[in-house]
């Protein structure tokens, strides 16, 4: 019997949205949901596919999460929205408050969105694409659970807290997009890790007592490490400012406090930051800053080696429209046993 299983997007989907519905998550939080897992699958970003569908189930189960909850848009300032999750999913919340965003950007230059209340345990970038792909510069950044230790600490005190980058691009071309932990890697990574049996590369974490180790299993049970040391400590706590107390929102330590151990994560928030490019120049230079940002890539792409943030992505993107995609038995029998509530 093969160990894994082929499937298709609408496949996947199709997986996703019954097992949601199943567990009593809305239509509407369901189809947010499959969306992002599909997409993560679409784009080979397997920590983020179907993988997490077990922590969807587990978090509406467990009441931290309310799983038909209605997101509601609160007009803070000129620049300012507030979207409330009111203790939902995250990828609904985010939909509803996309347009007002964008309204309040392409008028005035720049907005800011407060997510507050929400549960998000997808990647970022979804968000910041989907605003890249209606012309605008956009930035995200979220907490999560205490997992990483500070530079020199050895217990954990930040989320992974990733952060993600759209720039859009001229003439049909994908945005630029980068999404990245300010960890040495995403906790999916090393979660992932430990389902194969793999062990981690070194520097990506230390055990109980404060020694590094490559056993995941360890790594789960002491704290993961910022990338670059204190540097990527320094952005951590950037994001635990701004997805936490400038909006109101839990730090990751709060978070843990309020953690049911049993592979959900309660809500947090997320802040994201858009600007208009065509406000950023004179009438007549409208159009400049994306030629000028091409150059640029243009520049970088003369070396070998190189590649623009999520070309890898973009690339499976063409690939798995028709090919599909695979994913581990015990992965697809563990979601088909969810649909059993």
Same mark, same amino acid.
């Given at each position: 019997m093969?160990?894994?299983?082929?499937?298709?997007?609408? !496949?996947?989907?199709?997986?996703a949205s019954a097992t949601l519905r199943a567990n009593g998550i809305s239509d509407e939080q369901s189809q947010a949901l499959a969306d992002t897992v599909t997409a993560a699958e679409r784009d080979g970003c397997k920590s983020h596919g179907l993988f997490r569908i077990p922590a969807y189930v587990q978090s509406a189960r467990?009441?931290?999460?309310?799983?038909?909850?209605?997101?509601?848009?609160?007009?803070?300032?000129?620049?300012?929205? /507030?979207?409330?999750?009111?203790?939902?999913?995250?990828?609904?919340?985010?939909?509803?408050?996309?347009?007002?965003?964008?309204?309040?950007t392409t008028s005035q230059g720049i907005a800011a969105l407060g997510l507050i209340n929400s549960c998000h345990i997808a990647a970022l970038w979804p968000e910041v694409e989907a605003l890249a792909e209606r012309g605008l510069v956009a930035f995200a950044f979220v907490t999560a659970a205490s997992y990483v230790a500070p530079?020199?600490?050895?217990?954990?005190? #930040?989320?992974?807290?990733?952060? @993600? #980058?759209?720039?859009? %691009?001229? !003439?049909?071309?994908?945005?630029?997009?980068? !999404?990245?932990?300010?960890? @040495?890697?995403? %906790?999916?990574?090393?979660?992932?890790h430990q389902r194969d049996g793999k062990p981690l590369p070194e520097?990506? @974490? $230390?055990?109980?007592?404060g020694q590094p180790t490559t056993d995941p299993a360890a790594a789960l049970a002491g704290a993961q490490l910022p990338f670059g040391g204190y540097k990527g400590a320094a952005i951590a706590l950037m994001v635990?400012?701004?997805?936490?107390? *400038? $909006?109101?929102?839990?730090f990751s330590f709060e978070v843990s406090q309020m953690d049911k151990k049993d592979g959900s994560l309660p809500p947090r928030g997320e802040f994201i930051i858009t600007i208009d490019?065509?406000?950023?120049?004179?009438?007549?230079?409208?159009?400049?800053?994306?030629?000028?940002?091409? @150059?640029?890539?243009?520049?970088? *792409?003369? +070396?070998?080696?190189? %590649? *623009?943030?999520? !070309?890898?992505?973009? +690339?499976? %993107? /063409? $690939?798995?429209?028709?090919?599909? &995609?695979? $994913?581990?038995?015990?992965?697809?029998? +563990? &979601?088909?046993? *969810?649909?059993?509530?």
């Open positions: 093969s160990e894994s299983i082929p499937l298709s997007l609408s !496949d996947v989907h199709a997986l467990n009441g931290l999460v309310n799983p038909v909850a209605v997101p509601s848009v609160h007009d803070l300032a000129p620049g300012v929205i /507030q979207v409330d999750a009111h203790n939902g999913f995250a990828p609904l919340a985010l939909r509803v408050g996309r347009e007002p965003l964008v309204e309040k530079a020199g600490g050895t217990k954990p005190l #930040f989320g992974t807290n990733p952060m @993600a #980058f759209a720039w859009p %691009r001229p !003439d049909g071309k994908p945005p630029l997009v980068f !999404d990245q932990a300010s960890s @040495a890697s995403a %906790r999916g990574e090393i979660m992932l520097g990506w @974490a $230390i055990d109980a007592d635990e400012l701004l997805a936490g107390a *400038l $909006i109101g929102g839990p490019p065509g406000h950023c120049v004179s009438a007549d230079n409208k159009t400049a800053q994306l030629a000028h940002a091409e @150059a640029l890539f243009s520049r970088m *792409l003369e +070396q070998p080696g190189t %590649r *623009l943030p999520a !070309d890898r992505r973009y +690339q499976m %993107r /063409q $690939i798995t429209p028709t090919e599909g &995609i695979t $994913i581990p038995r015990t992965l697809f029998e +563990q &979601i088909k046993n *969810l649909q059993q509530v």
